[in-house]
């Protein structure tokens, strides 16, 4: 098994029978947070972010960022390569109107020291965003894609997936597929064939802007991990 749970309740393995089988790999549940009570939104930890506020919405997770913070990401208590995260994700109303243009809620996969996958999206802009962070900084876009109508605005609730599974046979062997999933539906896809140049096996979610994003608000709902099936 590629995947690693640390502190799951039982009740968190409520998904661990569904398989999704979509445009990537066949893939199993093994980890859901439905974000319905303290303790299940107490798992979600801080990973990112200089001032990261969290609380408590209806079944959901709120973010909101503080002073000289322009992203905000928490993890999921899974840590692997092979894997899947999803989650519903709303940019609120509470952002400010001159931040809600570039702010962004999102995903990530093998996200640690300094580097990982990300997946963006932009509600007012309908625009999504496929991204490798590399250590030091450095920023490579692996896929853009805009106008996707399926975008909800604000305070619309996003239903995104992003999956990460090395290719293990053929000439790609060793690359990376990675799968970017809005409303259930493949919206971006690419192949990193440095995947080797990422050390980091944290996923979560993520809100926040390219530059500093002062009282940016988003609300996390239903965060769900699977991994290859067979795992």
């Known amino acids: 098994m590629r995947a690693r749970l640390t502190a799951v309740s039982l009740a968190c393995l409520a998904a661990a029978l569904v398989i999704v089988a979509g445009a990537g790999a066949a893939m199993v549940g093994i980890y859901r947070n439905g974000m319905e009570t303290a303790a299940q939104r107490e798992q979600m930890v801080k990973l990112s972010g200089r001032n990261c506020q969290s609380g408590a919405g209806q079944r959901a997770l709120v973010i909101t960022l503080g002073k000289f913070t322009n992203q905000c990401s928490y993890r999921t208590p899974v840590v692997g390569r092979d894997l899947e995260v999803s989650a519903g994700e709303r940019l609120l109303s509470e952002?400010?109107?001159?931040?809600?243009?570039?702010?962004?809620?999102?995903?990530?996969?093998?996200?640690?020291?300094?580097?990982?996958?990300?997946?963006?999206?932009?509600?007012s802009q309908q625009k999504v965003q496929l991204r490798k962070n590399l250590p030091g900084g450095k920023v490579?876009?692996?896929?853009?894609?805009?106008?996707?109508?399926?975008?909800?605005?604000?305070?619309?609730?996003?239903?995104?997936?992003?999956?990460?599974?090395?290719?293990?046979?053929?000439?790609?062997?060793?690359?990376?597929?990675?799968?970017?999933?809005?409303?259930?539906?493949?919206?971006?896809?690419?192949?990193?064939?440095?995947?080797?140049?990422?050390?980091?096996?944290?996923?979560?979610?993520?809100?926040?802007?390219?530059?500093?994003?002062?009282?940016?608000?988003?609300?996390?709902?239903?965060?769900?991990?699977?991994?290859?099936?067979?795992?």
Not at 95 to 123: C, D, E, M, S, W
Not at 188 to 201: H, K, M, N, Q, V
């Open 140 to 231: 490579k876009y692996l896929a853009i894609v805009r106008g996707l109508r399926a975008v909800e605005g604000q305070n619309g609730t996003n239903q995104l997936g992003l999956q990460a599974i090395d290719i293990t046979s053929g000439p790609e062997r060793g690359q990376c597929h990675l799968f970017a999933y809005v409303g259930g539906k493949l919206a971006a896809e690419a192949i990193d064939p440095g995947a080797r140049e990422l050390s980091g096996s944290a996923a979560g979610v993520a809100v926040g802007s390219a530059n500093v994003a002062t009282g940016a608000a988003a609300a996390v709902e239903n965060v769900v991990v699977r991994v290859p099936s067979p795992y």
């Open 95 to 123: 952002t400010p109107k001159k931040l809600q243009r570039q702010a962004f809620v999102g995903l990530f996969v093998r996200t640690g020291g300094g580097g990982g996958y990300q997946l963006l999206l932009y509600p």
